[in-house]
T-cell receptor, first 108, second 112 residues
Framework: QKEVEQDPGPLSVPEGAIVSLNCTYSNSAFQYFMWYRQYSRKGPELLMY????GNKEDGRFTAQVDKSSKYISLFIRDSQPSDSATYLCASGHTPLVFGKGTRLSVIA | DGGITQSPKYLFRKEGQNVTLSCEQNLNHDAMYWYRQDPGQGLRLIYYSQIVNDFQKGDIAEGYSVSREKKESFPLTVTSAQKNPTAFYLCASKAGAGQPQHFGDGTRLSIL
């Protein structure tokens, strides 16, 4: 079992939809959780970073962590075509463990 | 502007040749990382360094070598022993324990 599992998609939604991206992790020692966005031919860009259970909001993005079920989610409200990218979850300490990424397309 | 600079953006390797990918950061970060990204495989860790003059192998270190002589620089050499080097290579750094990693924009390596 991989330490961080992520559905690779692809996921296609209409503009304005709420998007839910999800990951599970297996190691209960993981303390830090991150979401990255990666556009084609670019490096991953940090979107959200949290180290506790619960929700963290930043504009249209909400990261949710449930340590009891080892589940992390990223919600995107009012999705835009510019949100079309691959989203990577990451967890752990040193080094980070990454999911394989979910490819999202937002259709105008 | 603080950040991580990877060069070149595109690199071609001939059979039997070693090539070196550059990674420089001006963020004053202690730790630096090299990943390889292949379609459908996610990010795979090659090497990482938490301090100058020290580095550890990641999951796929065979055929690669690194050095960390300066805090701001962590070059990766893809040796001729790496039989399938075609991939997108990403360098990252972070300030310390519990801090998130930040990435450069990658180098795409292809075989001639």
């Amino acid at each position: 079992q991989k330490e961080v599992e992520q559905d690779p998609g692809p996921l296609s939604v209409p503009e304005g939809a709420i998007v839910s991206l999800n990951c599970t992790y297996s190691n209960s020692a993981f303390q830090y959780f991150m979401w990255y966005r990666q556009y084609s031919r670019k490096g991953p860009e940090l979107l959200m970073y949290t180290y506790s259970s619960g929700n963290k909001e930043d504009g249209r993005f909400t990261a949710q962590v449930d340590k009891s079920s080892k589940y992390i989610s990223l919600f995107i409200r009012d999705s835009q075509p510019s949100d079309s990218a691959t989203y990577l979850c990451a967890s752990g300490h040193t080094p980070l463990v990454f999911g394989k990424g979910t490819r999202l397309s937002v259709i105008a | 502007d603080g950040g991580i600079t990877q060069s070149p953006k595109y690199l071609f390797r001939k059979e039997g040749q070693n090539v070196t990918l550059s990674c420089e950061q001006n963020l004053n970060h202690d730790a630096m990382y090299w990943y390889r990204q292949d379609p459908g495989q996610g990010l795979r860790l090659i090497y990482y360094s938490q301090i100058v003059n020290d580095f550890q192998k990641g999951d796929i270190a065979e055929g690669y070598s690194v050095s960390r002589e300066k805090k701001e620089s962590f070059p990766l050499t893809v040796t001729s022993a790496q039989k399938n080097p075609t991939a997108f290579y990403l360098c990252a750094s972070k300030a310390g324990a519990g801090q998130p990693q930040h990435f450069g924009d990658g180098t795409r390596l292809s075989i001639l």
